[in-house]
């Protein structure tokens, strides 16, 4: 199970790494493509952390990802690796398009805080309330606290290094100083647009 979960790790970041690539050889630094490339980006490696902390907290003997199991039997009658893997890593870069979205837009302090607390909510709104309910099962609540803070606490790792990545961007291509003119083209005084591309 260990080389699989590797296997699919080491198959998402290259598929993201691809994708981030032929954004930036596009060379728009539109708000949409930034907006993509940057979820891309930080959706996979938020992604890639959750893992290995699902992986210790199952060998712990705790419950994780018990919806992305039900939702692929549900979809295709049983389960396999290789669907979780594709659930899990377009779920993550889905999630990540809100955050990075707003942040894009409107830089706030504390990126990797902000991060964090997206990735409770995400876990409070979804995997405590709307997948229990939508699949007629207890809630977290309902099961007691070791039902709650192993799964929160993947959702708040997600959320640091999403957090982390828009962090580590918005230094580095001074995004604070950027505003997208109504042309939605990102425009900086004095400073690189994301990815590297001129305006």
């Not at 995997?127 to 099961?143: D, I, K, R």
């Not at 640091?160 to 505003?179: F, I, N, Q, S």
Request: overall charge positive; aromatic content about 10%; charged content about 10%.
């Amino acid at each position: 199970m260990v080389l699989i979960v590797l296997a699919m790790m080491v198959a998402a970041g290259l598929i993201a790494t691809t994708l981030w690539w032929l954004l930036r050889r596009r060379r728009s630094s539109s708000y949409p493509a930034v907006v993509a490339g940057r979820s891309i980006a930080a959706g996979t490696l938020g992604g890639m952390a959750m893992v290995p902390v699902g992986m210790v907290l199952l060998s712990a003997g705790y419950e994780v990802n018990k919806y992305g199991e039900l939702v692929i039997r549900q979809l295709l009658g049983q389960f396999l690796y290789s669907a979780m893997a594709i659930e899990h890593f377009a779920i993550s870069v889905g999630m990540a398009v809100p955050f990075v979205a707003v942040l894009a837009r409107r830089p706030m302090r504390h990126p990797v805080l902000l991060g964090a607390g997206y990735g409770a909510f995400a876990w409070l709104a979804v995997n405590s309330l709307a997948l229990p309910l939508a699949f007629g099962q207890p809630t977290p609540w309902q099961l007691g606290i070791d039902a709650i803070w192993p799964s929160l606490l993947v959702h708040v790792v997600y959320g640091l290094v999403l957090g982390a990545v828009v962090a580590r961007d918005t230094r580095k291509y001074a995004a604070p100083l950027a505003h997208w003119e109504g042309d939605g083209r990102l425009t900086a005084a004095g400073s690189r647009p994301p990815f590297g591309h001129g305006a």
